[in-house]
Each structure stands twice: as structure tokens, then as C-alpha cells.
């Protein structure tokens, strides 16, 4: 089975935060929440590079290791997603995860905060599929649609690739060979 | 020779100040070029962790034994302790004092109101912290979210309301070298006898719970403080925090048993005693000899 893989280029992000828009706005996700964001190195000096990141859906997952609950979950594609139902919102899958990619909303009472929501790979969640729950809770199911995800889907230098791994790290070697730079993505010897 | 400027030298000199700024701009712009795409690919991949969880490689591989540890570093200060108080209620059993004879005002009305609400409200931290602590059998969902935010509201009101009770105690709750001596006959618990302890009007046992419930309550808020707005600092420095609040409460919910046990039980009347305020002449000439009355 194909195994589910984000890969960003930075060579070619130009930091438009295009697919932060499109995840926010495809998904539903509240203010304050980022699923993903782009981060960017030497801004303004030479040697600017960015870099749009998000869960990155890691084999052997320390977030799904540290869950106290269980909340964490990996499909045989190698999405990770989360069961909001069962979990307590600790944030200790925040504090395990390479990435920063757990997210936690805001309550009104002291700010205490919510149940964990984190990118999805647009593959919404354990809720029945199409069902109006799953799309309160975790967002569309483009990937139950045959689809890409929102933010792969919308990157306009096609910089974000997201999809079956083989098929993406060769499009990714045919890039590097062609331009003569670069090796490994970012993220992939910690992910994967 | 006279040297004549015609119009060809003019040429000439125009054409190699041309191509001197001309090759000058585009070594310029050249190195510009180079030094914008002069940090190779590997270079950017290894600034940007630094950027998105600082020093994940250092912590993580400790994070999540510690974790996983809490629930087995909790429940035998849960199972052991009451075992021990329940072994010295029938091995030894509580302490008897007549409760006729004078009584002599302990707790005044304030000291007393704090008291309960303090009580109230340790209470429910302490419950709903072993909650959070034990959610996987109890299932996690939405009554772990209620615990926690329980847990978080109480721990509010209880940073404030222990203030007043920590004022009112604090002069007598200094240590003294007494206390040493205290501790060396367990304050007398261990004996059937009514023996004279040394204590003030609080003993040894009292003065490190008024210590860790107070000062330590504080640093269990300051860390919780921290933990319940995560994004607020860094990752690694989150399960410092962590680590403090966990340790930290482990001795306070031994304490919290303990303090409970000598209330309830250990010593007959000390639930009365802080409902009414009195305690008998003969308990206090007892338990607290080196308190002026
Ligand atoms: S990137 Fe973080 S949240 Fe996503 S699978 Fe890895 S550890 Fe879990
Ligand atoms: S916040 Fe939720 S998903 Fe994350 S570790 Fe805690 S219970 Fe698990």
C-alpha cells in the first residue's frame, strides 16, 4: 500500500502561505490554530529559504507513543490522526512531537485548553466518512474523494508535494538532479 | 612626439571606461547572486528544527518513559500509604483524650473558614489531578476535559485563598529545634501511651504540610501555570516543568493522605476541633506541651 508523505521544496516555497489559507479555510479550522505554517530561515539576508510545515505523519510516531489515552492513531497509509472523542488534551503529544504540529484551541474558562487538532492529510478522522461530524471535527475528506491534500493541492510553485512517497521522492530526485543541489527534505530523516 | 587627442583616442578611453563599469557591475551582481543561494541546501534543512521544537533531539527520548512512568510513580503513594495508616489504626489505634475539663479556643472563626475552603478546593485539585493522572482506565474524553478544567479553576482560587490561612499560620509554623525531636519519636504515634510530644502549636508533621501545601502549592501552580499554556515556552523547558509539577505533587498527595488520616482518624476530636474551634486542655498539654497558654 502506498505509505502518505508530505515533502516541501525549499528551494521553490517563496512564502506566499497560500497552503495556510487553503487548510484554514478548506477545513474549517478556528482562529489560532495553524495545521500548518511556514517557517522561514535568514528572512530578508541572503541565504532566505522557508519552509511550509505541518504534521508530517512520522513513522513510529512519538506523538502516538507519548498519548496517555490513546487517542493517536496511524492508518495503514501511514496517516496519523487523532480521536478527539477520547482525547483529554494534556498537550503531551505537543511536547513530543519534532514538529510543533499538535494544536490546541482556546477555552473561555482560564483558557484552558481543548482536545488536540492537528493536519489530517485532509483524510478527516475516525468519525463515520462524509458524515457531518467528521466535518465539524477533523475537517473535508479529500483523500475518501480520491483527492490531494487542500494544501498540496493549491501550492502554486508546487513546492508542497503531498502523496504516496516513492512517487513523490522521485519527483522530488528528478528536481534535485536537475538542478544539481540539495539532498534529503526537510523532516524526512526525523519522520520517516 | 607631440601627442595629438583625436577623436579615436576619445574612442578608445570611452570604450574602456565602459567596459571596466560594466565588468565591475556584473562581478557585483554576480556576487550578490552567489551570496543570496550561498547556504546549500543541507545548511537550511539543518536551521529550520531549530525554528519548530528547539533541542527536540536532547528531550524527547526521556519524554516519553517519563510519561508513560506517572500513573506507576502515583498509585503505590495511593495503595501504600493508607495500608501503613491502616496497619497503625489496628495495630496501634488513635489517639484518645477526655473532652470534658477545659477547652481552649485552637482555630479562631477566620482561620477555620479559610481552612474549609482551602479544604474544598485542595480537595478537588488533588481528585481531579489523580484523575487526569489515571484518564487511560478511565476511559479520557470528555470527563478527563471537565477534571482538568476543574483542576484548573480550583488551582485559581486556591493560589488565592491560601494567602489569608498562610498569613494567619506562618508565625507558628517556623521550625524549631524542637521539631527534630518530634520527628524522632514519630510524634509519639508509634506508642499506645499518651506521651508529651515536642510541639508548638503545631507539630513537626503539620509545619511540612503547611510548607508543601503553601509555598509548594505555589510552585505547582506557577508550573501548572506554564504547563496549561503550552505554546508559551519552549518544548524541552515544558517537561522540566512537567517533571517538577509531577515530583512535586507526589510528596503533596502523600501528605494530603497523611493529613487526612491524622484528621479523620488518628486523633479522636481533630475533625471537631476544626469545625468548633476548641480542643480539650489535656490533647494540647499533650501534643502541643510547648504551646503558651
Ligand atoms: S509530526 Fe508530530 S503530530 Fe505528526 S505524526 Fe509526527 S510526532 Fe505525530
Ligand atoms: S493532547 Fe490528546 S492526543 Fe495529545 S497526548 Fe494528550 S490525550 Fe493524546
Redesign the interface.
Known amino acids: 500500500m502506498a505509505r502518505m508523505r508530505f515533502l516541501c521544496d ?2 521553490r516555497c517563496i512564502d506566499c502561505n497560500g497552503c495556510v489559507v487553503a487548510c484554514k479555510e478548506g477545513n474549517g479550522v478556528p482562529v489560532g490554530i495553524n495545521r500548518r505554517r511556514v ?1 522561514t ?2 528572512e530578508g539576508r ?4 522557508s ?1 511550509s ?1 505541518s504534521c508530517m505523519h512520522c513513522s513510529n510516531a ?1 506523538c502516538i ?2 498519548c ?4 493517536i492513531y496511524q492508518r495503514e497509509d501511514g496517516i496519523v490522526l487523532v480521536n478527539k ?8 503529544c ?7 504540529a499538535p494544536q ?1 484551541p482556546k ?1 473561555d ?7 488536540m487538532d492537528k493536519c489530517t492529510f485532509c483524510a478527516g478522522g475516525p468519525a463515520p466518512t462524509f458524515s457531518e461530524k467528521e466535518r465539524r471535527l477533523y475537517g473535508q475528506n479529500r483523500i475518501a474523494e480520491g483527492k490531494v491534500p487542500l494544501c498540496a493541492a493549491m501550492c502554486s510553485t508546487k513546492a508542497l508535494l503531498a502523496g504516496d512517497g516513492d512517487k513523490i521522492s522521485q519527483i522530488f530526485q528528478e528536481r534535485v538532479a536537475r538542478r544539481g ?7 524526512w530523516s ?1 519522520a520517516y | 612626439m607631440k601627442f595629438n587627442l583625436t577623436s579615436n583616442h576619445l574612442r578608445v578611453l570611452l570604450y574602456t571606461v565602459f567596459l571596466t563599469a560594466a565588468g565591475a557591475s556584473a562581478l557585483a551582481a554576480n556576487y550578490i547572486i552567489l551570496n543570496f543561494g550561498n547556504i546549500s541546501t543541507t545548511q537550511a534543512f539543518k536551521a529550520f528544527p531549530f525554528l519548530v521544537s528547539p533541542k527536540w533531539e536532547a528531550y524527547a527520548n526521556d519524554f516519553i518513559p517519563f510519561v508513560h512512568a506517572i500513573p506507576g510513580m502515583v498509585w503505590p503513594i495511593l495503595v501504600f500509604i493508607p495500608l501503613i495508616f491502616l496497619i497503625h489504626f489496628f495495630a496501634i489505634g488513635p489517639k484518645n483524650f477526655s473532652e470534658d475539663g477545659e477547652r481552649i479556643l485552637f482555630y479562631g472563626a477566620f482561620t477555620r473558614f479559610f481552612h474549609w475552603i482551602n479544604a474544598i478546593l485542595f480537595s478537588l485539585i488533588v481528585i481531579t489531578g489523580l484523575m487526569i493522572v489515571f484518564s487511560k482506565a478511565l476511559g479520557g474524553g470528555g470527563l478527563i476535559q471537565n477534571a482538568r478544567l476543574i483542576h484548573l479553576s480550583c488551582a485559581y482560587a486556591f493560589i488565592v485563598t491560601v494567602i489569608p490561612l498562610f498569613l494567619v499560620w506562618l508565625k507558628d509554623m517556623i521550625p524549631m529545634p524542637h521539631d527534630v525531636k518530634w520527628f524522632l519519636i514519630l510524634g509519639g504515634y508509634l506508642s499506645k501511651k499518651a506521651t508529651t510530644v515536642p510541639a508548638g502549636k503545631f507539630n513537626a508533621g503539620q509545619k511540612i504540610w503547611f510548607w508543601l501545601a503553601t509555598v509548594g502549592g505555589a510552585v505547582m501552580f506557577y508550573t501548572g501555570f506554564y504547563l496549561s499554556d503550552i505554546t508559551s515556552r519552549p518544548q524541552s523547558e515544558l517537561f522540566s516543568l512537567l517533571k517538577i509539577h509531577i515530583i512535586l505533587g507526589l510528596f503533596i498527595l502523600a501528605l494530603f493522605i497523611t493529613h487526612l488520616y491524622m484528621s479523620l482518624f488518628a486523633v479522636k476530636g481533630s475533625l471537631k476541633s476544626m469545625i468548633s474551634g476548641f480542643k480539650g486542655k489535656e490533647e494540647v498539654k499533650c501534643l502541643h506541651s510547648k504551646m503558651k497558654i
Do not use: Q, W
Not at chain 1, 496517555?68 to 487517542?71: C, E, T, Y
Open positions: 525549499i528551494e517557517v530561515i535568514n541572503p541565504g532566505e529559504r519552509l510545515i512519538p507513543a507519548v496517555p489515552v490513546k487517542a472523542d477520547i482525547c483529554i488534551g494534556c498537550g503531551y505537543f511536547i513530543a512531537c519534532p514538529f510543533g490546541f477555552g474558562t482560564f483558557g484552558k485548553r481543548g482536545v543541489t540539495g539532498a534529503k527534505a526537510p523532516g526525523v
